[in-house]
Protein backbone atom coordinates (compact mmCIF):
# COMPACT_ATOMS: atom_id res chain seq x y z
CA UNK A 1 0.00 0.00 0.00
CA UNK A 2 2.82 2.48 0.75
CA UNK A 3 4.58 1.69 -2.56
CA UNK A 4 1.03 2.38 -4.74
CA UNK A 5 0.96 5.16 -2.25
CA UNK A 6 4.22 6.46 -3.76
CA UNK A 7 3.69 5.71 -6.97
CA UNK A 8 0.54 7.54 -7.08
CA UNK A 9 2.33 10.39 -5.44
CA UNK A 10 4.90 10.37 -8.02
CA UNK A 11 2.73 10.31 -10.67
CA UNK A 12 0.39 13.64 -9.51
CA UNK A 13 3.85 15.09 -8.86
CA UNK A 14 4.47 14.16 -12.50
CA UNK A 15 1.17 15.67 -13.52
CA UNK A 16 1.33 19.07 -12.04
CA UNK A 17 5.01 19.48 -13.10
CA UNK A 18 3.72 18.57 -17.49
CA UNK A 19 0.58 20.40 -16.11
CA UNK A 20 2.92 23.56 -14.92
CA UNK A 21 4.97 23.40 -18.21
CA UNK A 22 2.00 23.15 -20.38
CA UNK A 23 0.87 26.31 -18.46
CA UNK A 24 4.23 27.99 -18.91
CA UNK A 25 4.28 26.89 -22.37
CA UNK A 26 0.94 28.54 -23.52
CA UNK A 27 1.54 31.70 -21.12
CA UNK A 28 4.60 32.28 -22.84
CA UNK A 29 3.24 31.91 -26.57
CA UNK A 30 0.31 34.07 -25.57
CA UNK A 31 2.28 36.90 -23.67
CA UNK A 32 5.75 35.95 -25.78
CA UNK A 33 6.87 37.95 -28.82
CA UNK A 34 4.87 36.95 -31.54
CA UNK A 35 5.55 39.15 -34.56
CA UNK A 36 8.22 37.83 -36.22
CA UNK A 37 9.63 40.43 -38.98
CA UNK A 38 12.43 42.12 -40.48
CA UNK A 39 11.55 45.56 -39.63
CA UNK A 40 11.30 48.10 -37.12
CA UNK A 41 6.87 47.50 -37.69
CA UNK A 42 4.32 46.93 -40.55
CA UNK A 43 0.91 48.13 -40.54
CA UNK A 44 -2.42 45.87 -40.61
CA UNK A 45 -5.45 47.50 -42.50
CA UNK A 46 -8.72 45.59 -41.73
CA UNK A 47 -11.41 46.89 -44.66
CA UNK A 48 -15.02 47.58 -43.15
CA UNK A 49 -17.23 44.30 -43.36
CA UNK A 50 -13.80 41.95 -42.67
CA UNK A 51 -15.02 39.04 -40.70
CA UNK A 52 -12.16 37.09 -38.18
CA UNK A 53 -11.05 34.76 -41.16
CA UNK A 54 -9.96 37.80 -43.22
CA UNK A 55 -7.93 39.44 -39.74
CA UNK A 56 -6.03 36.07 -39.27
CA UNK A 57 -4.83 35.72 -43.31
CA UNK A 58 -4.09 39.67 -42.98
CA UNK A 59 -2.13 38.96 -40.27
CA UNK A 60 -0.56 35.71 -41.26
CA UNK A 61 0.72 37.53 -44.41
CA UNK A 62 2.24 40.09 -42.57
CA UNK A 63 4.01 37.36 -40.51
CA UNK A 64 2.53 38.96 -37.07
CA UNK A 65 1.48 35.73 -35.87
CA UNK A 66 3.31 32.17 -35.85
CA UNK A 67 0.95 30.05 -34.43
CA UNK A 68 -2.46 30.22 -35.98
CA UNK A 69 -4.23 27.82 -33.88
CA UNK A 70 -2.74 29.75 -30.23
CA UNK A 71 -4.20 32.78 -31.52
CA UNK A 72 -7.78 31.63 -32.43
CA UNK A 73 -7.82 30.09 -29.07
CA UNK A 74 -6.93 33.34 -27.89
CA UNK A 75 -9.10 35.23 -29.93
CA UNK A 76 -11.86 33.03 -28.93
CA UNK A 77 -11.40 33.35 -25.05
CA UNK A 78 -10.95 37.26 -25.59
CA UNK A 79 -14.15 37.43 -27.62
CA UNK A 80 -12.37 39.60 -30.02
CA UNK A 81 -14.10 36.69 -33.33
CA UNK A 82 -16.77 38.06 -33.37
CA UNK A 83 -15.81 41.87 -32.21
CA UNK A 84 -13.70 42.59 -35.18
CA UNK A 85 -13.02 46.24 -36.07
CA UNK A 86 -12.17 48.19 -38.99
CA UNK A 87 -9.34 50.27 -39.03
CA UNK A 88 -5.44 50.89 -39.90
CA UNK A 89 -3.24 49.15 -36.84
CA UNK A 90 0.34 49.56 -36.05
CA UNK A 91 1.98 46.45 -34.99
CA UNK A 92 5.56 46.93 -33.53
CA UNK A 93 8.36 44.17 -33.94
CA UNK A 94 8.08 41.73 -31.03
CA UNK A 95 4.67 42.49 -30.09
CA UNK A 96 2.72 39.99 -28.00
CA UNK A 97 0.01 37.70 -29.34
CA UNK A 98 -2.09 38.62 -26.18
CA UNK A 99 -1.43 42.37 -26.61
CA UNK A 100 -2.14 42.35 -30.12
CA UNK A 101 -5.85 41.29 -29.64
CA UNK A 102 -5.95 43.41 -27.31
CA UNK A 103 -5.19 46.16 -29.54
CA UNK A 104 -7.73 44.75 -32.37
CA UNK A 105 -10.26 44.16 -29.64
CA UNK A 106 -9.85 47.72 -28.32
CA UNK A 107 -9.83 49.08 -32.06
CA UNK A 108 -6.71 51.02 -31.24
CA UNK A 109 -6.03 52.40 -35.07
CA UNK A 110 -2.70 54.68 -35.75
CA UNK A 111 -4.29 57.51 -37.51
CA UNK A 112 -3.27 58.54 -41.19
CA UNK A 113 -1.58 62.50 -41.80
CA UNK A 114 -3.06 63.82 -44.48
CA UNK A 115 -1.27 66.71 -45.96
CA UNK A 116 -2.99 68.75 -49.29
CA UNK A 117 -1.46 71.65 -50.71
CA UNK A 118 -1.05 73.00 -54.07
CA UNK A 119 -4.28 71.57 -55.08
CA UNK A 120 -5.70 73.21 -57.66
CA UNK A 121 -9.73 71.19 -58.05
CA UNK A 122 -11.69 68.85 -55.95
CA UNK A 123 -11.08 65.67 -57.83
CA UNK A 124 -7.74 66.06 -57.13
CA UNK A 125 -8.62 66.78 -53.47
CA UNK A 126 -10.53 63.12 -54.01
CA UNK A 127 -7.83 61.47 -55.80
CA UNK A 128 -5.54 62.46 -52.84
CA UNK A 129 -7.87 60.72 -50.64
CA UNK A 130 -8.51 57.70 -51.87
CA UNK A 131 -4.64 56.90 -52.33
CA UNK A 132 -4.24 57.14 -48.77
CA UNK A 133 -8.11 56.23 -46.64
CA UNK A 134 -9.77 53.75 -46.98
CA UNK A 135 -13.08 54.86 -49.82
CA UNK A 136 -11.78 54.87 -53.11
CA UNK A 137 -11.55 58.70 -54.76
CA UNK A 138 -14.97 58.07 -56.98
CA UNK A 139 -16.55 58.04 -53.46
CA UNK A 140 -14.85 61.11 -52.30
CA UNK A 141 -15.34 62.33 -56.05
CA UNK A 142 -19.25 62.05 -55.71
CA UNK A 143 -19.32 63.60 -52.29
CA UNK A 144 -17.23 66.60 -53.25
CA UNK A 145 -19.66 67.50 -56.21
CA UNK A 146 -22.39 66.58 -54.62
CA UNK A 147 -24.96 69.80 -54.67
CA UNK A 148 -26.73 69.09 -52.14
CA UNK A 149 -24.02 68.77 -50.00
CA UNK A 150 -22.40 71.98 -50.87
CA UNK A 151 -25.37 73.53 -50.16
CA UNK A 152 -26.00 72.66 -47.19
CA UNK A 153 -22.64 73.17 -46.05
CA UNK A 154 -23.72 77.04 -47.33
CA UNK A 155 -21.93 77.19 -50.63
CA UNK A 156 -22.05 77.18 -54.17
CA UNK A 157 -20.56 74.67 -56.83
CA UNK A 158 -17.82 77.22 -57.78
CA UNK A 159 -17.37 78.25 -53.90
CA UNK A 160 -17.24 75.00 -51.81
CA UNK A 161 -13.64 74.53 -52.68
CA UNK A 162 -13.10 77.83 -50.45
CA UNK A 163 -14.67 75.57 -47.04
CA UNK A 164 -11.20 73.13 -47.46
CA UNK A 165 -8.04 74.75 -45.67
CA UNK A 166 -4.82 73.27 -46.78
CA UNK A 167 -3.12 71.77 -43.58
CA UNK A 168 -1.60 68.39 -42.08
CA UNK A 169 -4.54 66.74 -40.54
CA UNK A 170 -4.81 63.26 -39.00
CA UNK A 171 -7.64 61.05 -39.62
CA UNK A 172 -8.32 57.58 -39.30
CA UNK A 173 -8.07 55.22 -41.86
CA UNK A 174 -11.89 54.43 -41.75
CA UNK A 175 -12.78 58.05 -42.79
CA UNK A 176 -15.97 58.47 -44.85
CA UNK A 177 -16.40 61.28 -47.19
CA UNK A 178 -19.08 62.45 -45.05
CA UNK A 179 -16.65 62.64 -42.06
CA UNK A 180 -14.04 64.23 -43.84
CA UNK A 181 -16.54 66.64 -45.19
CA UNK A 182 -17.87 67.64 -41.78
CA UNK A 183 -14.15 67.86 -39.83
CA UNK A 184 -13.12 70.22 -42.95
CA UNK A 185 -15.88 72.63 -42.08
CA UNK A 186 -15.01 72.41 -38.46
CA UNK A 187 -11.53 73.01 -39.62
CA UNK A 188 -12.62 75.96 -41.59
CA UNK A 189 -14.63 77.66 -38.83
CA UNK A 190 -11.53 77.18 -36.47
CA UNK A 191 -9.20 78.57 -38.82
CA UNK A 192 -11.47 81.56 -39.43
CA UNK A 193 -11.24 82.84 -36.17
CA UNK A 194 -12.52 85.96 -35.23
CA UNK A 195 -9.42 88.25 -35.69
CA UNK A 196 -9.42 86.97 -39.46
CA UNK A 197 -12.87 87.66 -39.69
CA UNK A 198 -12.75 91.35 -38.45
CA UNK A 199 -9.58 91.45 -40.47
CA UNK A 200 -12.03 90.48 -43.98
CA UNK A 201 -14.66 92.74 -42.45
CA UNK A 202 -12.40 95.74 -42.41
CA UNK A 203 -11.56 95.17 -46.63
CA UNK A 204 -15.57 94.28 -46.89
CA UNK A 205 -14.75 91.08 -48.20
CA UNK A 206 -16.30 87.75 -46.97
CA UNK A 207 -14.43 84.70 -46.03
CA UNK A 208 -14.96 83.37 -49.74
CA UNK A 209 -13.96 86.68 -51.21
CA UNK A 210 -10.81 86.37 -49.22
CA UNK A 211 -10.09 83.11 -50.43
CA UNK A 212 -11.05 83.84 -54.00
CA UNK A 213 -8.42 86.86 -53.98
CA UNK A 214 -5.92 84.31 -52.44
CA UNK A 215 -6.11 82.26 -55.12
CA UNK A 216 -5.56 84.62 -57.98
CA UNK A 217 -2.23 86.01 -55.71
CA UNK A 218 -1.59 82.27 -55.34
CA UNK A 219 -1.64 81.33 -58.87
CA UNK A 220 0.32 84.81 -59.69
CA UNK A 221 3.45 84.53 -57.54
CA UNK A 222 5.81 81.53 -56.06
CA UNK A 223 7.79 84.32 -53.90
CA UNK A 224 5.88 85.18 -50.54
CA UNK A 225 7.04 88.03 -50.08
CA UNK A 226 5.70 89.23 -53.07
CA UNK A 227 2.24 87.97 -51.79
CA UNK A 228 1.03 90.73 -49.50
CA UNK A 229 2.07 93.25 -51.90
CA UNK A 230 0.46 92.00 -54.83
CA UNK A 231 -3.15 91.24 -52.93
CA UNK A 232 -2.31 95.23 -51.77
CA UNK A 233 -2.67 96.12 -55.97
CA UNK A 234 -5.74 93.94 -56.07
CA UNK A 235 -7.39 95.61 -53.69
CA UNK A 236 -6.62 98.80 -54.80
CA UNK A 237 -8.17 97.81 -58.28
CA UNK A 238 -11.54 96.84 -56.06
CA UNK A 239 -11.37 100.15 -54.38
CA UNK A 240 -12.08 102.12 -57.65
CA UNK A 241 -13.47 100.10 -59.88
CA UNK A 242 -10.63 99.05 -62.29
CA UNK A 243 -10.89 95.32 -63.70
CA UNK A 244 -8.55 93.10 -62.04
CA UNK A 245 -7.33 92.00 -64.90
CA UNK A 246 -5.71 88.81 -63.41
CA UNK A 247 -4.12 86.59 -66.15
CA UNK A 248 -4.91 83.23 -63.79
CA UNK A 249 -8.28 83.76 -64.17
CA UNK A 250 -8.28 83.75 -68.00
CA UNK A 251 -6.11 80.51 -67.64
CA UNK A 252 -8.50 78.99 -65.42
CA UNK A 253 -11.54 80.17 -67.90
CA UNK A 254 -9.65 78.69 -70.86
CA UNK A 255 -8.97 75.70 -69.05
CA UNK A 256 -5.11 76.19 -69.73
CA UNK A 257 -3.66 76.43 -66.01
CA UNK A 258 -0.24 75.11 -67.60
CA UNK A 259 0.55 77.77 -70.51
CA UNK A 260 3.18 80.36 -69.71
CA UNK A 261 2.14 83.26 -71.30
CA UNK A 262 -1.32 85.23 -72.24
CA UNK A 263 -2.39 86.26 -75.28
CA UNK A 264 -4.67 89.68 -76.34
CA UNK A 265 -7.18 86.74 -77.92
CA UNK A 266 -7.49 85.26 -74.56
CA UNK A 267 -8.72 88.48 -73.43
CA UNK A 268 -11.85 87.37 -75.52
CA UNK A 269 -13.25 84.67 -73.60
CA UNK A 270 -16.06 84.71 -72.66
CA UNK A 271 -17.09 83.57 -68.67
CA UNK A 272 -17.50 85.17 -65.46
CA UNK A 273 -13.99 84.51 -64.51
CA UNK A 274 -12.45 86.97 -67.63
CA UNK A 275 -12.04 89.76 -65.10
CA UNK A 276 -10.44 91.68 -68.13
CA UNK A 277 -14.25 91.69 -69.19
CA UNK A 278 -15.71 91.68 -65.53
CA UNK A 279 -15.57 93.88 -62.68
CA UNK A 280 -14.84 92.85 -59.22
CA UNK A 281 -14.05 89.37 -58.15
CA UNK A 282 -14.75 86.34 -60.22
CA UNK A 283 -17.15 83.69 -59.08
CA UNK A 284 -15.16 81.61 -56.56
CA UNK A 285 -11.91 81.20 -55.91
CA UNK A 286 -9.46 79.32 -58.89
CA UNK A 287 -7.56 77.20 -56.68
CA UNK A 288 -7.55 76.17 -53.05
CA UNK A 289 -5.23 78.47 -51.49
CA UNK A 290 -3.22 77.74 -48.75
CA UNK A 291 -3.04 79.78 -45.47
CA UNK A 292 -0.56 81.80 -45.99
CA UNK A 293 -1.67 83.55 -49.28
CA UNK A 294 -4.95 83.70 -47.16
CA UNK A 295 -2.92 85.86 -44.71
CA UNK A 296 -1.38 87.63 -47.30
CA UNK A 297 -5.07 89.16 -48.25
CA UNK A 298 -5.74 89.80 -44.85
CA UNK A 299 -2.49 91.84 -44.04
CA UNK A 300 -2.24 93.40 -47.77
CA UNK A 301 0.11 96.00 -48.13
CA UNK A 302 -0.75 99.41 -48.13
CA UNK A 303 0.08 101.30 -51.39
CA UNK A 304 -0.20 103.46 -54.23
CA UNK A 305 0.77 100.73 -56.98
CA UNK A 306 -2.26 99.48 -59.66
CA UNK A 307 0.14 97.32 -61.67
CA UNK A 308 2.79 94.46 -61.54
CA UNK A 309 4.36 92.18 -63.88
CA UNK A 310 6.84 89.26 -63.33
CA UNK A 311 10.15 90.00 -63.97
CA UNK A 312 12.22 90.11 -66.94
CA UNK A 313 15.16 87.98 -65.17
CA UNK A 314 12.58 85.41 -64.79
CA UNK A 315 13.34 85.06 -60.98
CA UNK A 316 10.03 84.66 -60.16
CA UNK A 317 9.68 88.25 -58.24
CA UNK A 318 7.68 91.23 -59.70
CA UNK A 319 7.68 94.76 -60.73
CA UNK A 320 5.36 97.17 -59.32
CA UNK A 321 3.94 100.02 -60.88
CA UNK A 322 1.76 103.20 -60.28
CA UNK A 323 1.12 103.91 -63.74
CA UNK A 324 0.33 102.40 -66.86
CA UNK A 325 3.63 103.74 -68.30
CA UNK A 326 5.31 102.71 -65.77
CA UNK A 327 3.80 99.59 -66.62
CA UNK A 328 4.75 99.00 -70.25
CA UNK A 329 8.22 99.68 -69.60
CA UNK A 330 8.31 96.49 -66.94
CA UNK A 331 5.90 94.66 -69.04
CA UNK A 332 7.75 94.70 -72.97
CA UNK A 333 11.38 93.84 -71.03
CA UNK A 334 8.94 90.86 -69.74
CA UNK A 335 8.20 89.85 -73.11
CA UNK A 336 11.30 90.74 -74.79
CA UNK A 337 12.80 87.97 -72.11
CA UNK A 338 9.99 85.50 -73.11
CA UNK A 339 10.83 85.91 -77.05
CA UNK A 340 14.10 85.21 -76.59
CA UNK A 341 14.08 81.79 -74.61
CA UNK A 342 10.86 81.04 -77.27
CA UNK A 343 8.43 81.20 -75.01
CA UNK A 344 5.64 82.11 -77.07
CA UNK A 345 2.40 79.88 -75.09
Same mark, same amino acid.
Given at each position: ??????????????????????????????????????E??????????????????????????????????????K????R???????????M?M?????????????????????????????????R??????L??????????????????A???????????YE????????????????????????A???????????? %????????I?????????????????????????M?????????F???????????N????????Y???????L??????????????????????????F?A?????????????????? %?Y??????????R????
Open positions: MAKRGRIAGGVAILVLVLAGLAGFWAWKKVTGPAADFADSKVLYIPRGADFDVVVDSLQALGAIGDERAFRWLCEQKYTSVRPGRYRIPHGSNALVNRLRAGEQEPVRVTFNGIKRLPELAGKLGVLEPDSAFLQMLMDGDVQRKAGYAETFIAQFIPNTFWWTTTPEQFIERMGKEHDAFWNTRMARADSLKLSS %VEVATLASVQAETVKRTDAPKIAGVYLNRLRIGPLQADPTLKALGLDSISRVLADKEVVSPNTYKNLGPPGPINMPETSMIDAVLNAEKHDFLYCRADLSGYSDFAKTYDQHL %VARKYQRALNQGIYR
